[in-house]
């Protein structure tokens, strides 16, 4: 698995942006939102129970996101017309304010090394990337237990600041100062 240090892989992939047939799909790669941080959240499967609690989340922190110059990701194997189908089909995922990603040929899922070998499907892997491309965190979760979006949001906090940050660090506390 790629971590932290190395160079988030290059990558095209079709994403879905709205449930309007006529402006549902953009490309996507590693270059698009050039300049921001980005969060890339990788999930299993489209129309499952963990999926979209976590997806959900992510979009109720959207804005917070958004004014630390970050852009979220959500990336599964799922083709762009099962997003679509899903968001068109679960209420709370309709009007999500970032991309679904569909990995269908599970090229970028194979060089970050974050698909699980039995299912075939991504692991719950999270990476934050920082605006010159490169891995600044790496999560994964087991396929059962969902990920917590607040952490991510407060991880992004600690790495943006450029300070030592202790344990439960929050935004506005103070950093850890060596003697």
């Given at each position: 698995m790629l971590t932290i240090g190395a160079r988030f892989p290059a990558f095209q992939v079709k994403g879905v942006v709205s449930t309007d047939l006529k402006t549902a799909f953009i490309d996507v790669s590693e270059q698009s939102d050039s300049g921001k941080w980005k969060i890339f959240f990788f999930y299993p499967k489209d129309f499952t129970f963990i999926c979209p609690t976590e997806i959900v989340n992510f979009h109720n922190l959207n804005k917070d996101f958004q004014s630390r110059n970050a852009q979220l990701y959500g990336v599964s194997t799922d083709s762009e017309f099962v997003h679509l189908a899903w968001r068109r089909e679960h209420q709370d995922l309709r009007d999500l304010g970032f991309p679904l990603l569909a990995d269908i040929?599970?090229?970028?899922?194979?060089?970050?090394?974050?698909?699980?070998?039995?299912?075939?499907?991504?692991?719950?892997?999270?990476?934050?990337?920082?605006?010159?491309?490169?891995?600044?965190?790496?999560?994964?979760?087991?396929?059962?237990?969902?990920?917590?979006?607040?952490?991510?949001?407060r991880l992004l906090d600690g790495l943006q600041s450029g300070e030592l940050c202790g344990c439960n660090w929050k935004k506005g506390d103070s950093f850890v100062k060596v003697a």
């Open positions: 040929k599970r090229d970028l899922s194979s060089s970050l090394g974050i698909l699980d070998k039995e299912e075939g499907v991504c692991l719950r892997a999270t990476f934050i990337v920082d605006p010159q491309g490169i891995i600044r965190h790496v999560s994964v979760n087991d396929l059962s237990v969902g990920r917590n979006p607040e952490e991510i949001l």
